[in-house]
């Protein structure tokens, strides 16, 4: 018996077992499947199927997802054989969702599904069934599985990988150029009907943009887009399924495309001809001007190389390229003279660095301009002929001796005459002098050049009309050296002869400097003064080598008989004029031992020469012992003295102030000031001592009784003078104590006008008239007053 129910058929079998056929729906229906059209189950294909162990059998079930109705969706029905119809048979279901998600009845068999299904959370669910017996629990059935899949509509629209997407490509592309490529996905199921078939189409970037409906590839569609009219673009795809059919769903995307820049523009001059001034002044290196050439182009496509083609002016300006505004500098080259030459004339060409090949055919990228260049006349300086001076001069020229001469002259065409000077500030001593007409410089105080060979000076030319155009040169003069000093021994020589010394031994060797310059080397005679020459003990020998050397000339020195001799040695050079000088050596006599070693001498500056003697050294040291005591002792006595008191003079009297800087409103004032503090005794500090003294004993201040109610603040006063008067503490000098008391009334009472106000009646002020010629200006005012009232 077969059966069918919505969009799945089952086919049952009763009794013995024998051949089955079964086939599922060929295509989607809501309705029942079509008749006739079996599938065999087998596990072979090509051979019919014998079942003999179990008796019921069903095929996979079919469900679309989405379900909108309101009841429970159907999907099967399971039976049998051993089913006899008396519901001793009961049905189990279990695997994925059974339960909740699918439901079976346990009499019948139907299978319905409690929830709306959507494949593509879950597109097949695999579950199991089997028949038991209701009395014994007992299966009746082995346990089967069979699976439901979940058929796909169409609902899910196309979703692309990015909201927005961002492409550039360079300006003037050919048509058909890559831009980007554009995904989108659709969940639905790619392998049922076109829900999953996507087609790409434009919706905004037309005529310039296009795309491919398969792949999503966007390329270009116009021919030569120029950055320069118009760098972005906006272009918005859409993507849609069911292949583009309509019913079908759809998303869209942008994408923003920007053209990027290329080098199809070539540098251009806004202007042909460029003019400009520049004082004859100017130094080299200084700009004179600025030139720029548009580019539409940008980045390293606008980049421009600026350079001087021709003119006469090509070696005397140049011209460079300021890198951040891409603008041409002019620059001077060389010293610019008005006189020489007023008008500059050149031609300047940018070119861009960076040249496309391909663009080549739109013109040459490059442009040039005419530049013309003022040179304008300023008054200049003197110029020296040189731009530095070496003079010669022999150290013993006389005063006023011309050493040479410098020369300056104006190089405008007024030719103006000019005056020099000598630069103090490089002449301190001012050894030289000059001619402030003609600039021959001369000396002015004699040359040394043992104490200075160079005179470094600097020389001033100015225009007589107009001082302040000068100008500087530097002057090296040499000081030429003369044979004008004589030479001398190289150190100071004191040497010592033995007392058995033998007769032609060698003692000392002597040898000479001489502080002038000699250009052939310097050669040095030595030879015994002629007044010693025959009677001294001692003996010369010149070596040759401008060294001498001194020997004795008998055996043996008596140091009791003579302790110092002095030899006088005469050193002469061999220079024009020659120049000689006696030198004296010291020779002392000292006991030696047998080897010849120094034992004692009679002079102790031999030994020690600049030391002091052991006597000088202990009486030093004996005064600083005595004033360390001292200094000691007068500190312990320091200590010892009793203090005494600062002024012990009794002619040194003193006034003893006490202040109470409180201003009250009177005696009648009893908010602002408490005279309560005057009346009584013991709001006063108590222990209040002398301060120019320390005290040995400290006496308590005896203080008299005081009566509280003592109200008058003048017997206040008068005891606390009579306490000062019994104070043994109290200063041995005249102390005075003020206390600020008006008394207990006033003739004038209060002259402040501040109760006039509270009084009702008016004042009679003609008693002011009779205090005399101070209150006159006073009565006048308050007369007046009274005079303004009765009219």
């Not at 940018?350 to 442009?367: C, E, I, M, Q, S």
Request: net charge negative.
């Amino acid at each position: 018996m077969m059966r069918t129910y919505h969009c799945f058929w089952l086919l049952f079998w009763a009794g013995q077992p024998h051949q089955t056929f079964l086939t599922p729906l060929s295509k989607r229906t809501s309705g029942f499947p079509e008749k006739g059209k079996v599938l065999v189950l087998s596990g072979n294909s090509r051979q019919d199927l014998h079942r003999s162990k179990r008796s019921w059998m069903w095929n996979q079930f079919f469900l679309l997802e989405e379900y909108t109705g309101t009841d429970y969706q159907y999907v099967g029905k399971l039976h049998s054989d051993q089913d006899k119809g008396d519901g001793s048979l009961k049905y189990i279901l279990s695997g994925d969702g059974a339960g909740d998600l699918f439901i079976i009845n346990e009499n019948t068999g139907d299978i319905q599904a409690t929830k709306r299904l959507d494949r593509e959370e879950k597109p097949v669910y695999i579950l199991r069934a089997q028949a038991i017996n209701r009395r014994t629990g007992k299966p009746v059935e082995p346990e089967s599985e069979f699976i439901i899949k979940i058929h796909d509509i169409n609902d899910n629209e196309p979703m692309f990988t990015k909201d927005v997407y961002n492409a550039s490509i360079p300006e003037m592309s050919d048509v058909g150029t890559f831009v980007v490529q554009v995904t989108a996905t659709d969940a639905d199921d790619p392998t049922y009907g076109n829900s999953a078939k996507v087609v790409y189409s434009i919706l905004q970037g037309q005529p310039y943009f296009s795309v491919e409906s398969e792949t999503g590839i966007i390329k270009t569609a116009l021919l030569n887009m120029d950055r320069e009219n118009r760098e972005q673009y906006q272009v918005v795809i859409q993507a849609k399924d069911m292949g583009g059919q309509m019913g079908g769903l759809s998303g869209t995307t942008t994408v923003n495309i920007t053209l990027t820049d290329v080098n199809d523009n070539p540098p251009r001059f806004p202007q042909s001809t460029y003019q400009f001034r520049v004082p004859e002044s100017t130094p080299p290196g200084s700009p004179v001007g600025r030139i720029k050439a548009n580019d539409a182009d940008v980045d390293e496509n606008a980049e421009i190389e600026y350079s001087i083609t021709e003119g006469d002016g090509y070696d005397v300006f140049g011209i460079t390229t300021d890198k951040d505004t891409q603008e041409g500098i002019i620059t001077v080259k060389k010293a610019l003279d008005f006189e020489s030459k007023n008008l500059y004339i050149l031609k300047v060409e940018a070119t861009n660095t960076h040249v496309d090949p391909r663009f080549l055919y739109l013109g040459p990228f490059k442009d040039s301009a005419t530049v013309r260049i003022q040179v304008e006349d300023v008054d200049e300086p003197p110029v020296f002929s040189r731009p530095a001076y070496i003079m010669e001069v022999k150290e013993d020229v006389p005063i006023n001796t011309v050493i040479g001469t410098v020369t300056a002259q104006d190089p405008d065409a007024a030719k103006n005459p000019v005056k020099y000077s000598v630069d103090r500030h490089t002449d301190m001593d001012r050894v030289f002098n000059i001619n402030s007409g003609n600039g021959s410089i001369f000396t002015s105080k004699p040359l040394d050049r043992e104490t200075l060979l160079w005179h470094n000076i600097t020389v001033i030319a100015a225009e007589i009309n107009n001082p302040k155009q000068s100008s500087r040169v530097p002057v090296f003069i040499k000081v030429l050296d003369v044979n004008d000093n004589a030479p001398e021994f190289a150190m100071f020589y004191e040497t010592f002869v033995c007392e058995n010394a033998k007769a032609e031994q060698l003692i000392q060797t002597l040898s000479a400097v001489d502080k002038d310059d000699s250009y052939s080397g310097h050669q040095f005679s030595f030879s015994l003064a002629p007044e010693a020459a025959t009677t001294s003990n001692f003996t010369l020998q010149d070596n040759r080598d401008n060294t001498a050397g001194i020997f004795t000339r008998k055996n043996r020195y008596n140091r009791h008989e003579m302790s110092t001799y002095f030899l006088p040695v005469v050193i002469s050079d061999n220079d024009y004029p020659i120049q000689s000088s006696t030198e004296t050596v010291t020779i002392r006599v000292c006991a030696c031992d047998h080897r010849g070693k120094m034992l004692s001498c009679n002079a102790e500056a031999l030994i020690h020469p600049t030391g002091l003697s052991t006597g000088a050294l202990i009486a030093i040291l004996l005064c600083i012992i005595i004033l360390l005591v001292t200094v000691v002792l007068f500190a312990a006595l320091r200590r010892q003295r009793k203090k005494e008191p600062l002024i012990i003079s009794k002619e040194d009297i003193r006034d003893n102030i006490v202040s109470y800087n409180d201003e009250g409103g009177g005696e009648e004032d009893t908010q602002a000031f408490d005279i309560g503090t005057l009346r009584n005794p013991e709001a006063i500090d108590d222990n209040k001592f002398r301060r120019d003294i320390v005290p040995e004993t400290l006496f308590m201040p005896q203080r008299t009784a005081t009566v509280r109610d003592n109200t008058d603040v003048r017997d206040f006063i008068n005891q606390r003078l009579k306490e000062n008067d019994i104070d043994p503490t109290a200063p041995p000098y005249d102390s005075l104590a003020t206390y600020a008391y008006e008394g207990n009334g006033s003739v004038a009472e209060s002259l402040s006008s501040l109760e006039s106000v509270t009084t009702d009646g008016d004042q009679d002020y003609d008693y002011l008239s009779d205090w005399g010629p101070r209150f006159k200006k006073l009565a006048d005012m308050y007369g007046a007053m009274d005079s303004d009232k009765d009219s």
